[in-house]
């Protein structure tokens, strides 16, 4: 089992639906959480980060971390085509000499015109 | 405008050549990773320097992968042997670490087929 867990998708939405994408993890040593977004051919490119559990909002952006249940996620509302892309999450347990992130594999969205 | 880059942009080769893949970080950023990104396994941490430093490369087949940071400027990552199931997306990121979270900022990557 891997150490995060994300559905690949794709997922397919008509433009303005709400998007929903998720990941679930295993480390509860965790708390740092990220989601990262990478359009086809591209480098994934840091959309937003929460630290430990809660709620943060950048425009049209949520993100949602439960770390009781091991779970975040992010939601999209009024759904754009260029919203088209693939979402990753990303973790960090942040201790003292860890820096790295453990990636989800990526959910393939795509918003129909 | 700064950005990582990462040469090749693309590269096929024949089973058993050596692959060579050079990294510029961003200029100030003291960590460094080295990712491999196929449809199956996601995005694969296969090494990672701080202030040049390997921290980490537990991630790389060792027999025949290797990770190096000549100086702050140049990161590489060589494949010797190549072979088929190399054929991936290689991913070069850099980001500034100061104790707690950080955005890594990556590279446009190196398509690598291995024929």
């Known amino acids: 089992q891997k150490e995060v867990e994300q559905d690949p998708g794709p997922l397919s939405v008509p433009e303005g639906a709400i998007v929903s994408l998720n990941c679930t993890y295993s480390?509860?040593?965790?708390?740092?959480f990220m989601w990262y977004r990478q359009y086809s051919r591209k480098g994934p490119e840091l959309l937003m980060y929460?630290?430990?559990?809660g709620n943060k909002e950048d425009g049209r952006f949520t993100a949602q971390v439960d770390k009781s249940s091991k779970y975040i996620s992010l939601f999209i509302r009024d759904s754009q085509p260029s919203d088209s892309a693939t979402y990753l999450c990303?973790?960090?347990?942040?201790?003292?000499?860890?820096?790295?992130?453990?990636f989800g594999t990526g959910t393939r969205l795509k918003v129909l015109a | 405008d700064a950005r990582v880059t990462q040469t090749p942009r693309h590269k096929v080769t024949e089973m058993g050549q050596e692959v060579t893949m050079r990294c510029q970080p961003i200029?100030?950023?003291?960590?460094v990773f080295w990712y491999r990104q196929t449809m199956m396994q996601g995005l694969e941490l296969l090494a990672y320097?701080?202030?040049?430093?390997?921290?980490?490369d537990s991630g790389m087949p060792k027999d025949r992968f290797s990770a190096e940071m000549p100086d702050a400027t140049l990161a590489t990552l060589k494949i010797q042997p190549s072979e088929p199931r190399d054929s991936a997306v290689y991913f070069c990121?850099?980001?500034?670490?100061?104790?707690?979270?950080?955005?890594?900022?990556f590279g446009p990557g190196t398509r690598l087929t291995v024929l």
């Open positions: 990121a850099s980001g500034l670490v100061a104790g707690g979270p950080y955005e890594q900022f």
């Open positions: 480390n509860s040593a965790f708390q740092y």
């Open positions: 929460t630290y430990s559990s």
């Open positions: 990303a973790m960090s347990a942040g201790t003292s000499g860890t820096y790295k992130y453990i």
């Open positions: 200029l100030g950023h003291n960590t």
């Open positions: 320097f701080r202030n040049r430093a390997p921290l980490d």
